[in-house]
């Protein structure tokens, strides 16, 4: 049978990229790792699986807490206000908050952890089957984190400054000021987005290009 997970990993990679079905890449590419990590003995590789697999759970868990709780607060469900007591619906309010924002931030701490597990990962994987397109796919998700985290405050300081870039402007030029305005305010995360498409697809290359056997 070979090594399987490098058709399971490339594969899981690839559906990363397809919208609708990506949803069972991150099981796929779960099952690869840890199925590298048993054939390899490194323990990274099984710990990278094991948290894509509770990133997966997580986040199928918070999308059932809002389909569960939403609708309590949606007005044809609710009680009018003058039969809801306003400490009980305060309560309501505050309890779906500080779960959400529990559930939240839990995912958040796990998806960091994922994130890092995997980059190590690649690293690790690039030298022990000597294969660089593991290394440049851990390389292009650094790269991809640091533009992410540059470009949100290039957001932030872009929407900001909106309001000059309208002002004194006709209407008949106002459409194309918004079309530049919104372009300024993507392209940031734009090159962060094809940074990360670089990096899946160099993840796809390097699984498929593992040897069957471990060079010597």
Known sequence: MGRAYKWLGGIGYILMLIPY???????????AWIMMGRDTKQTLFTVTGILMIIMFAMSIAV?????????????????????????????????????????GLTLAIIGLAELIA???????ASKIFQN??????????IATIIMAVIAIPIMILTVMSAPEMFRGILPSMMVGNIFALIMRILW????????????????IIAFFTIPEETAT
């Not at 660089?132 to 292009?140: I, M, R």
């Not at 940031?188 to 993840?203: E, K």
């Open 118 to 124: 995997e980059i190590a990962s690649h690293f690790r």
């Open 132 to 141: 660089t397109w593991f290394k440049v796919g851990g390389w292009l998700r």
């Open 21 to 31: 079905v990506n949803f069972i890449a991150l099981i796929l590419i779960a099952i």
């Open 188 to 203: 940031p995360m734009l090159i962060a987005a094809i940074l990360g498409l670089l990096a899946t697809i160099f993840s």
């Open 63 to 103: 999308v059932g807490v809002l389909f569960t709780m939403i609708p309590g607060f949606m007005p044809g469900t609710m009680r009018p206000p003058a039969e809801v007591p306003p400490m009980e619906f305060l309560k309501k309010i505050f309890a779906f908050t500080g779960i959400f924002v529990a559930m």
